[in-house]
């Protein structure tokens, strides 16, 4: 490992630990002014800061939900427990979904909220969908090279999708608005919904079931092949799937030896 390296995950396990050691600086720190221990507590509380402050651009609808102080006291409880991996801020926070599940099942506060954490699941997907790249445009002639059952048919890049039995969908639209949403009716049933990026903003659609089915078995990467063989797909969505641009690419599998 290069010094340069070694200094980053140096700084980055001191600023990230419960039980911070400056010492693991070394020498290099050694500086007239402030303590390195009172210089680290400085970086680390505004590193938190930022990162608590970014989940409450990523989830806003959840931050309205639950209110400012109920949603800044699980931010800093989350930014303490999951060190960021990432250097874009923009990445951060993917996790919230799953602390938030353990949050919800010990605490009887939130026993009223039981869409929350789909709801979080929901704003994440928004989030990330903007920040994907592009895909090639979708090369069909594939189709007429080789074996086709051996292509697999994959979901576009600008794309996600979940399933959800609350209508997390209508309360994340609802919530868009800047003043106080209409009251909504919540009633449990199975939603399906696909997230798109068009025009660099998150679209949410609640897409037909076995539609909704056969786009997850194309995000799983199987084949036509494979596709075909499944009882409880309908192959013969793919092209429904195309002509939504859903579908970003077909590419090749080998077959095993």
Wanted: charged share 25%; aromatic share 8%; glycine share 8%.
């Amino acid at each position: 490992m290069n010094s340069l390296a070694y200094w980053q995950r140096a700084l980055s396990g001191v600023l990230d630990a419960d039980t911070p050691d400056p010492g693991r600086l070394g020498p290099m720190l050694q500086v007239p002014g402030p303590s390195v221990a009172q210089g680290c507590a400085v970086y680390r509380n505004n590193s938190r800061g930022v990162r608590a402050e970014a989940l409450m651009d990523v989830y806003p609808v959840c931050h309205r939900l639950i209110g400012d102080r109920s949603f800044q006291g699980l931010a800093r409880e989350f930014v303490r427990r999951v060190p960021s991996q990432l250097g874009d801020l923009n990445r951060f926070g993917e996790g919230f979904a799953g602390f938030l599940a353990e949050t919800v099942k010990a605490h009887d506060s939130f026993a009223g909220l039981p869409w929350l954490v789909d709801m979080v699941r929901l704003e994440w997907l928004c989030h990330s969908v903007y920040y994907r790249d592009n895909d090639s445009p979708l090369d069909l002639n594939l189709l007429q090279q080789g074996d086709p059952s051996v292509l697999c048919p994959r979901p576009a890049n600008r794309l996600a999708w979940m399933y959800s039995p609350w209508p997390v969908h209508a309360i994340w639209q609802a919530h868009q608005r800047p003043d106080d949403p209409p009251a909504q009716v919540i009633d449990r049933g199975d939603r399906y919904l696909v997230i798109e990026r068009r025009d660099y903003r998150p679209r949410i659609e609640e897409a037909d079931a076995m539609l909704w089915a056969l786009l997850d078995a194309c995000g799983k990467g199987m084949t036509l092949g494979e596709l075909g063989a499944e009882a409880d797909l309908d192959l013969g969505l793919l092209a429904e799937l195309v002509k939504r641009e859903w579908i970003g690419a077909l590419e090749h599998r080998p077959r095993a030896a």
